[in-house]
């Protein structure tokens, strides 16, 4: 299929492992410029050079924690000035730390609403101007299951991954008139970093081992096993194109039907 993105320009937040880079890797295949961005450098430059090797689009690494004021910002105008602007925004970071209510700090609070809902702002207060001025855009939002239903001992992405959905449905129908399309991406249980440390959070706090931790995740999704990367990847570049243009406002999960509510 022919996703009409050749020569469209993305920018992929958090991309140097995991679901941004599977993404990234998803959207270079289908002829799309690069604006990748993580906070370890040397990861970053090595996601870059392989997309750039392997597939032969051009790719701009800008090293950034968008958890950090401004950060954000700075990678979107980067991108902006390196390939004249951008057509797709796939915002992403990392998950806040596990805990309870009351284990949480204010502080704790603080960080994590500015890395998982003002970092989503932040980028889409840079990107969506030349959207709506050429009459096409699209916007994903990386956010979680945990959304729609929440995971025990998550209470900072429980909570603020239900906020970045708001935000996105919302903005959805403003950016609708100019042909841009806002929807959001629920990941289940797939094989990531984020998962090995939730196993190993949740093994500490039962005592037991964090291979029986990750069994327990696994037992709990009906297709019973864990998503690939590249599943979750080839959603983000179906919505990233121009097939997906009547979608937007939605929030599609890749769960492996972990949720078990019927919309």
Excluded at 35 to 59: D, F, N, Y
Excluded at 89 to 104: A, D, K, V
Excluded at 148 to 172: C, E, H, W, Y
Aim: glycine share 10%.
């Amino acid at each position: 299929m022919d996703l009409g993105i050749t020569g469209r320009v993305a920018l992929v937040a958090a991309s140097s492992k995991g679901l941004g880079r599977a993404v990234a890797e998803e959207l270079a295949r289908e002829g799309t410029s690069l604006v990748l961005c993580a906070r370890g450098e040397a990861a970053l430059r090595a996601t870059a050079e392989a997309i750039a090797t392997k597939t032969g689009v051009p790719v701009h690494a800008v090293a950034a924690d968008v958890g950090k004021s401004g950060e954000a910002e700075r990678v979107a105008r980067e991108g902006i000035a390196r390939f004249g602007r951008i057509d797709i925004l796939l915002t992403n970071s990392g998950g806040p730390p596990p805990g309870s209510f009351e284990s949480l700090t204010r502080e704790a609070w603080d960080s994590a609403t500015a890395l998982v809902l003002a970092s989503v702002v932040e980028f889409c207060r840079v990107v969506l101007p030349g959207m709506k001025e050429r009459r096409w855009g699209r916007i994903l939002n990386v956010t979680s299951i945990a959304a729609k239903q929440p995971v025990d001992n998550l209470m900072l992405s429980n909570s603020l991954r239900a906020a970045v959905i708001g935000f996105g449905r919302t903005l959805a129908n403003e950016a609708a008139p100019f042909g841009v399309t806002v929807n959001n991406l629920l990941p289940g249980f797939t094989r990531t970093e984020r998962m090995v440390e939730l196993s190993e959070v949740t093994a500490h706090k039962e005592g037991i081992t964090a291979e029986q931790a990750l069994a327990r995740f696994t037992a709990a999704v009906p297709m019973g096993r864990m998503g690939e990367p590249r599943e979750f990847a080839a959603l983000a570049a179906f919505l990233a194109s121009e097939r997906a243009s009547y979608i937007t406002g939605q929030s599609m999960a890749v769960d492996g039907g972990w949720i078990r509510s019927l919309l």
